[in-house]
């Protein structure tokens, strides 16, 4: 099976660091094709480069998070710690995208959304590539824990390792589960720009199969082969600084 990987980016600093990271660590992996959604109204040239000097068979796709959808966001915020939802449009993008390029039995794959700043143990791509309907493995470093996601039996999940939102059917992270292509085919399931924070994964799922569907992989949910984590945002200061003194860094050279 052909592992079809998704990835949301978008502008920051850390981009290219990011991407040039995952790049390289699927680079190691045959038979997969990385999907790059763009949160960008062009495809921009950092990304452009980066992939064509990628030897990872990619398509590079585009979509700009509605302005209506970060409105909403921002006006009904009043937690400041609920952070707007993020890569939403971007996956639904890439679905989209695979339901127009096959219909179901057409390919034997599996989809995996693998966000830009986490880290993937080569190990994880060899569990999910022979999945049937849904398959699971928890991610480390994930929901304020050491680690978030199912709890295993044998070939069966019993519980989930969760904190926030324990009444969620799917109490696990985007990067804790891959999908069988045809289920994806076979729906019309797509991330829900009105899932609440922290049901987003679940509120996908919920579309796609029911519980006892679930595959445990990893060593029955015992391994970590995946991390939630998230590039520091890096600081600028002294660079404004050079920039306002008048001795502005080339522009030329991309970071
Ligand atoms: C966590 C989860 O791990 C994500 O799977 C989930 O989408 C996200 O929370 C959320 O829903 O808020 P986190 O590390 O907090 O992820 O978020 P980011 O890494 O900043 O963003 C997730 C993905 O979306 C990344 O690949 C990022 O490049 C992309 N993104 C982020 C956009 O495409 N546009 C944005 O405005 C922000
Ligand atoms: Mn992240």
């Not at 179901?104 to 966000?115: L, N, P, R, S």
């Not at 824990?145 to 039996?153: A, D, Q, T, W, Y």
Request: a positive charge; glycine letters at 4%.
């Amino acid at each position: 099976p052909l592992i079809f990987a998704i990835t949301p980016t978008y502008k920051r600093w850390t981009q290219k660091a990011d991407l040039t990271q995952l790049c390289q660590t699927l680079s190691h992996i045959s038979n997969l094709r990385w999907i790059v959604v763009e949160d960008s109204e062009q495809k921009t040239p950092l990304v452009t480069n980066l992939l064509s000097h990628c030897p990872v068979n990619s398509t590079h796709l585009n979509f700009r998070t509605s302005q209506s959808l970060l409105n909403i966001v921002n006006t009904t915020d009043k937690k400041p710690q609920v952070k707007k939802p993020r890569g939403i449009e971007q996956r639904n993008t890439a679905l989209k995208w695979l339901r127009r390029q096959y219909r179901h039995g057409e390919v034997k794959g599996v989809v995996y959304f693998a966000d830009d700043d986490n880290t993937y143990d080569l190990r994880v791509f060899d569990e999910m590539r022979p999945t049937k309907m849904v398959s699971v493995w928890p991610v480390g470093l994930a929901g304020g824990l050491k680690f978030e996601g199912p709890i295993c039996v044998g070939d069966s999940v019993k519980q989930w390792y969760a904190y926030w939102a324990r009444d969620r059917k799917f109490q696990i992270d985007f990067a804790g589960f891959a999908v069988n292509i045809d289920i994806i085919l076979n729906t019309k399931a797509l991330i829900l720009t009105t899932s609440k924070p922290g049901y987003i994964e679940n509120d996908f799922l919920e579309q796609l199969i029911e519980f006892y569907d679930l595959e445990p992989k990893a060593n029955s949910c015992q391994s970590v082969l995946v991390w939630h984590t998230r590039t520091e945002k890096p600081q600028m200061f002294y660079e404004e600084q050079l920039n306002k003194m008048g001795h502005p860094s080339n522009p030329g050279i991309e970071v």
